[in-house]
């Protein structure tokens, strides 16, 4: 899409919404507002250093069309990343996920067909379910919709919305469903910040089960790559895979982690599994690839985490308000 300069970016105080705003500020000449309400996941600290010109925050709900409507009217696209983004939290009290993930997308929605502006809708992988872990076959655009958790059923009920509103009212949006994240900024209850946080605390990693659960990891940059790929060259009403051929057990990367950060690789605990834990996600993000000629930068996983347990290991301050918390709702899990 030729001529963004302004983009509103929903989300943009989380993981991988801070992670594309820099992706944005340092790569284009684009100016960012941000749309975050700063829940528990939300951080003003994601954003500090950046210039005050060109990136502005505005504290607000995305269910809320009164706050949405104006910074909607005046951006040139929006990208959509507010979410409540943890099935662990959705299994506990789904309800904050019906209102953000649901009633949001439909107020972000309603706000874009009004003003006619270019929308891109932030989803995930785990709306296609999971697979067994000898299935040669990995998630297309064409894979049925599956979704296991609370979680993951309301981001498959707002990428429906998404198209439906493409259809019924021409909005102008496209779709992208990306495998799991890591890097800089990701909150610690997250797996793999969790266990970097927990062995720089002391305190054991915790596994969930035996750990054969499979995901496929990406890194943010990759994914804010992808984004802005498909936002300049993605065909309107499309959807595309976003992955990076980056497929690791729990177990594998548990190990991982612990012999970077000079720990015995058996060094973790085994907890209470997951209910309803998705076993395996694996992408094939060939569309992305041929069609709009993307691939991912960060194909050295090892080296990619290194560099995370670093981040992790010198942004201490930024990381360590949320750490009990995070680790007290474990508790009551009994994770
Ligand atoms: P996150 O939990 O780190 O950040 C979510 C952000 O949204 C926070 O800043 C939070 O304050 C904000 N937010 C929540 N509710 C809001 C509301 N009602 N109004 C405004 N802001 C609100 O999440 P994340 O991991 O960065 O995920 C971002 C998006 O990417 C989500 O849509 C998620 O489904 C999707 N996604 C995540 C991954 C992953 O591996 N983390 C993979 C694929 C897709
Ligand atoms: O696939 C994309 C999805 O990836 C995103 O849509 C979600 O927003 C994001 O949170 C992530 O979902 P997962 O449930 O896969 O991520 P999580 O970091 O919670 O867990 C990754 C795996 O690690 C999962 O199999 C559960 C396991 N796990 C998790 C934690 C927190 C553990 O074994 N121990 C733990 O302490």
Same mark, same amino acid.
């Given at each position: 899409?030729?001529?963004?300069?302004?983009?509103?970016?929903?989300?943009?105080?989380?993981?991988?919404? *801070?992670?594309?705003?820099?992706?944005?500020?340092?790569?284009?000449?684009?100016?960012?507002?941000?749309?975050?309400?700063?829940?528990?996941?939300?951080?003003?600290?994601?954003?500090?250093?950046? #210039? %005050?010109?060109?990136?502005?925050?505005?504290?607000?709900?995305?269910?809320?069309?009164?706050?949405?409507?104006?910074?909607?009217?005046?951006? #040139?696209?929006?990208?959509?990343?507010?979410? @409540?983004? &943890? !099935? $662990?939290?959705?299994? &506990? #009290?789904?309800?904050?996920?019906? $209102?953000?993930?649901?009633?949001?997308?439909?107020?972000?929605?309603? /706000?874009?067909?009004?003003?006619?502006?270019?929308?891109?809708?932030?989803?995930?992988? =785990?709306?296609?379910? $999971?697979?067994?872990?000898?299935? %040669? @076959?990995?998630?297309?655009?064409?894979?049925?919709?599956? %979704?296991? +958790?609370?979680?993951? *059923?309301?981001?498959? /009920? *707002?990428?429906?919305?998404?198209? /439906?509103?493409?259809?019924?009212?021409?909005?102008?949006?496209?779709? +992208?469903?990306?495998? !799991? !994240?890591?890097? %800089?900024?990701?909150?610690?209850?997250?797996?793999?910040?969790?266990?970097?946080?927990?062995?720089?605390?002391?305190?054991?990693?915790?596994?969930?089960?035996?750990?054969?659960?499979?995901?496929?990891?990406?890194? /943010?940059?990759?994914?804010?790559?992808?984004?802005?790929?498909?936002?300049?060259?993605?065909?309107?009403?499309?959807?595309?895979?976003?992955?990076?051929?980056?497929?690791?057990?729990?177990? @594998?990367?548990?190990?991982?982690?612990?012999?970077?950060?000079?720990?015995?690789?058996?060094?973790? $605990?085994?907890?209470?599994?997951?209910?309803? &834990?998705?076993?395996?996600?694996?992408?094939?993000?060939?569309?992305?690839?041929?069609?709009?000629?993307?691939?991912?930068?960060?194909?050295?996983?090892?080296?990619?985490?290194?560099?995370?347990?670093?981040?992790? =290991?010198?942004? @201490?301050?930024?990381?360590?308000?949320?750490?009990?918390?995070? =680790?007290?709702?474990?508790?009551?899990?009994?994770?």
């Amino acid at each position: 899409m030729q001529g963004v300069r302004n983009l509103l970016v929903t989300g943009g105080a989380g993981f991988i919404g *801070s992670n594309f705003v820099q992706f944005v500020l340092e790569t284009t000449d684009c100016s960012v507002t941000v749309l975050d309400k700063l829940t528990y996941a939300g951080n003003k600290a994601s954003l500090a250093g950046l #210039d %005050p010109n060109r990136c502005r925050l505005v504290v607000g709900d995305i269910a809320d069309a009164d706050a949405v409507h104006p910074l909607v009217g005046e951006a #040139d696209a929006v990208v959509h990343y507010a979410a @409540e983004s &943890h !099935n $662990d939290n959705s299994l &506990h #009290d789904p309800k904050p996920f019906i $209102d953000t993930n649901i009633l949001g997308t439909y107020t972000l929605l309603e /706000a874009v067909r009004k003003y006619g502006k270019r929308y891109h809708h932030i989803s995930t992988d =785990e709306v296609y379910g $999971d697979l067994e872990l000898d299935d %040669p @076959e990995r998630f297309t655009e064409a894979t049925p919709y599956n %979704p296991s +958790s609370p979680y993951s *059923s309301t981001k498959a /009920a *707002s990428d429906l919305l998404v198209r /439906a509103w493409v259809r019924s009212f021409g909005v102008q949006a496209t779709i +992208s469903n990306c495998s !799991n !994240n890591y890097g %800089p900024y990701q909150h610690v209850e997250k797996f793999i910040p969790r266990q970097i946080t927990n062995v720089l605390d002391g305190i054991r990693p915790k596994l969930y089960g035996a750990g054969a659960n499979v995901r496929d990891w990406i890194h /943010a940059n990759d994914h804010s790559d992808a984004v802005w790929t498909i936002l300049q060259k993605g065909t309107i009403g499309e959807t595309y895979l976003i992955g990076a051929d980056g497929e690791k057990s729990n177990k @594998e990367v548990v190990e991982l982690i612990l012999s970077l950060m000079g720990q015995p690789s058996d060094a973790y $605990d085994q907890v209470v599994d997951r209910v309803g &834990h998705d076993l395996r996600y694996a992408i094939d993000s060939s569309k992305l690839r041929t069609e709009l000629a993307w691939s991912p930068r960060y194909s050295d996983f090892e080296h990619g985490i290194s560099e995370t347990i670093r981040w992790y =290991e010198e942004n @201490e301050p930024w990381w360590r308000p949320q750490k009990a918390a995070a =680790e007290q709702r474990y508790v009551e899990l009994g994770q």
